[in-house]
């Protein structure tokens, strides 16, 4: 069906504003992806990174819904609803409700769509809890659910400040105040914990670099994808491909198993 299509249909449907509870059900949001799908489609690496969001701290900022009828129209707020999904999440969203019309509504998702404010990375988010971590005004879990990393990151990121004492304002980046407080570059540490959590920030600064050059053109091409990796490691693709299954779900290895056992 075509987007106007699609419009006239929800016009025709509409019978006024509508307000319902502050939670809904996921499956209760109704996506309409011709009139209301981001701008460049959804970023895998946007869902990934909400969804840890959604581990450490639980529920995010409500998306915005239109009633239309008994249909709850999802306006804003897509990548929240596929990252509570890959998630998993049994639990009632917070929702708010678009009080406009439905030609409105498609303008407003528009705006909210081409703003140009890139979200918050794991990057920023690091450095913002280590900023919040210096003034010392807050709880373990208010730093946490503001800077959406987890409380045993921020614990461990107490146990850095007190450790530098005095000089640990003088490191304005979580990552450099990591490396001064452990005294070592930390890729030679001993502690696995550390060592896993250190190789976890820098996959995911190296993941925030591919995303801001190809936006979603890797994830939209996972063939081309695989073509570049494979180029680009070259012999250590084995390798790679190894650490790669370790990422997988038990479910997608099955499915895996189950497409190569057809051919």
Known sequence: MSAGETLRQLTEQFTGPTLGPSEMNLQDIEAVAELFQPRGGISER????????????????????MMVGKRAILIDGHHRVEAYSAAKWSHAVPVRYFEGTPEEAVLA??????KAKLP???????????RLVLIDRHSIAKVARASGISPAQVTIMRRAKKTLGEEAGDHGSWFRARLAANGKDLVCTRDTDEREQWMEQLADRYADELTKKFSTKLALNPEVAAMAL?????RKLPEVYGFLREHLSEDDRVAIEVDNDEF
């Not at 998702?109 to 081409?114: F, I, P, R, T």
């Not at 918050?120 to 280590?130: C, E, I, S, V």
């Not at 494979?230 to 070259?234: E, L, M, N, Q, V």
């Open 230 to 234: 494979a180029s680009y490691f070259g």
């Open 109 to 114: 998702a528009g705006e909210a769509n081409s």
């Open 120 to 130: 918050m990375d794991n990057t920023d988010r690091q450095n913002f809890a280590w």
């Open 46 to 65: 946007h869902v990934s990174e909400l969804m840890k969001a959604i581990k450490a701290i639980g529920a995010l900022d409500p998306v915005t819904v």
